[in-house]
């Protein structure tokens, strides 16, 4: 019985620690307001900003924003303002992999089925061959 609560238990958190989502590197010209997804800036100072999906907007030459804001010791503090484009480094932009995603699901129902036949089916023994 803890086998079979560990096996659904790992099938239930496989998709929290596999993640479906991956980082796309874009440039400044190709933010779009927060609809696509959660933004991450390196600014020019090393500093790294990170917006979530719809907690940010564009200017002509600028982000304004709500985030949190990480330095150098690894500290997230909470982030209200403006970046303008000449500070950024760099642009990424975390999106869902939906091929990721598929082939997770895909994964997860086949470990299912498999599951539950080798728990449903009569298992062999050498008794029974014997008898054959």
């Known amino acids: 019985m803890k086998k079979i609560i560990t096996i659904i238990l790992l099938i239930i958190l496989f998709p929290y620690l596999a993640g479906c989502y991956s980082l796309k590197e874009i440039t400044t010209e190709e933010i779009e307001d927060g609809h696509k997804g959660k933004l991450i800036i390196l600014a020019n100072d090393l ?8 907690m940010y907007s564009v200017t002509a030459d600028s982000l304004y924003g709500y985030g949190t804001r990480v330095n150098a010791e690894e500290e997230e503090l909470p982030f209200k303002g403006t970046i303008a484009f000449n ?10 992999n939906l091929a990721a995603t598929g082939c997770l699901g895909l994964g997860i129902f086949t470990i299912v089925i498999i599951l539950v036949f080798a728990i449903a ?4 023994s050498p008794v029974s061959i014997g008898h054959l």
């Open 47 to 54: 500093v790294k900003y990170e917006f979530e999906k719809n």
């Open 87 to 96: 500070d950024i480094r760099s642009v990424q932009l975390e999106q869902i």
């Open 121 to 124: 089916s009569p298992e062999i």
